[in-house]
């Protein structure tokens, strides 16, 4: 069974660092893309970035392109987004998925998130 | 960036009524077209992928059709377990991009 536990989230101050980790677990971690998907409260699903099976190929959102920066670690099954210079607009649940190819296309299955709030 | 646009933004129907949802992209992008299903507090689950391909493990009143620009999902029969809100996401180019979401309610 897939499973992608996402941590990391919390309470940060805008124009601070937070750093996301996910793990994954239930399938050949280096065989599929790997995404973070976020959505703010009330508010509907937002892309932010992607990486393939690799890291040959990175995708990132307008919002974020610049500030954040994903990375994977296949020997270790894991996930990362780095968040710099936070804003208030970047309060969300971000949510760690599993693509279904090799290739960014679609994340095919998600964690149950975890909450980032930017405030003062 | 490729612009989804879904109609209507919420939708109340009654069960057993067929809902149709649709997805304009804002330039062509094939078949890369994705449909979600997001219950309320629960992550999103993939229903249909490349436009018209059932997810595995996904129930058939589920369907999906389109390609270029226009697209549209369909609940063949609605069911009160099918109350959520839906998206739409395109994987034609980078960045991936979703719908503004479909809230689905019952009537």
């Known amino acids: 069974e897939v499973q992608l536990v996402e941590s990391g989230g919390g309470l940060v101050q805008p124009g601070r660092s937070l750093r996301l980790s996910c793990a994954a677990s239930?399938?050949?971690?280096?065989?599929?893309?790997m995404h973070w998907v976020r959505q703010a409260p009330g508010k509907g699903l937002e892309w932010v970035s992607g990486?393939?099976?690799?890291?040959?190929?990175?995708g990132y959102a307008d919002s974020v392109k610049g500030r954040f920066t994903i990375s994977r670690d296949n020997a270790k099954n894991s996930l990362y987004l780095q968040m710099n210079s936070l804003r208030t607009e970047d309060t969300a649940l971000y949510y760690c998925?599993?693509?279904?190819?090799?290739?960014?296309?679609?994340?095919?299955?998600w964690g149950q998130g975890t909450l980032v709030t930017v405030s003062s | 960036d490729i612009q989804m646009t879904q109609s209507p933004s919420s939708l109340s129907a009654s069960v057993g009524d067929r809902v149709t949802i649709t997805c304009q992209a804002s330039q062509d992008i094939s078949n890369y077209l994705n449909w979600y299903q997001q219950k309320p507090g629960k992550a999103p689950k993939l229903l249909i992928y490349d436009a018209s391909n059932l997810q595995t493990g996904v129930p058939s009143g589920f369907s999906g059709s389109g390609s270029g620009t226009d697209f549209t999902f369909t609940i063949s029969s609605l069911q009160p377990e099918d109350i959520a809100t839906y998206y739409c996401q395109q994987y034609d180019n980078l960045p991936l991009t979703f719908g503004q979401g479909t809230k689905l309610e019952i009537k």
């Open positions: 990486i393939s099976w690799d890291s040959g190929s990175i």
């Open positions: 239930g399938f050949t971690f280096d065989d599929y893309a």
């Open positions: 998925a599993k693509d279904s190819r090799i290739g960014i296309t679609m994340p095919q299955h």
